[in-house]
């Protein structure tokens, strides 16, 4: 498993961006499918975004879709989730994760988590 810690996530207006990063420990990290989660204060942790070992693949919740770029630098060991036009309802702790094997966006799937970094959108 690899070890994650995000970090880009603070307050911003409504309409507004934020470059969010997750840096992986470990050699390995570009044998690992990745994705950025999210939850909202009382709600389940859902789906946004995911990207192939290779980058070649990606995936987007509909919610985010246009908004959000989910890229990675395997050289660097870090993936990253661009936001913009950020909207009230992206308020959310956002997770990084991790998994080795096949292509999923299912939570219960992915191994390797990070501690979370707090998105707060103001309208």
């Known amino acids: 498993q690899v070890q994650l810690v995000e970090s880009g996530g603070g307050l911003v207006q409504a309409g507004g961006s934020l470059r969010l990063s997750c840096v992986a420990s470990?050699?390995?990290?570009?044998?690992?499918?990745m994705a950025w989660f999210r939850q909202a204060l009382g709600k389940e942790r859902e789906f946004v975004a995911a990207?192939?070992?290779?980058?070649?693949?990606?995936g987007y919740a509909d919610s985010v879709k246009g908004r959000f770029t989910i890229s990675r630098d395997n050289a660097k060991n870090t993936v990253f989730l661009q936001m913009n036009g950020l909207k009230p309802e992206d308020t959310a702790v956002y997770y990084c994760?991790?998994?080795?094997?096949?292509?999923?966006?299912?939570?219960?799937?992915?191994?390797?988590w990070g501690q979370g970094t707090q998105v707060t959108v103001s309208s």
């Open positions: 990207i192939s070992w290779s980058g070649r693949n990606t």
């Open positions: 994760a991790a998994r080795f094997g096949t292509w999923t966006i299912s939570p219960a799937d992915f191994g390797s």
């Open positions: 470990g050699r390995t990290f570009s044998m690992y499918n």
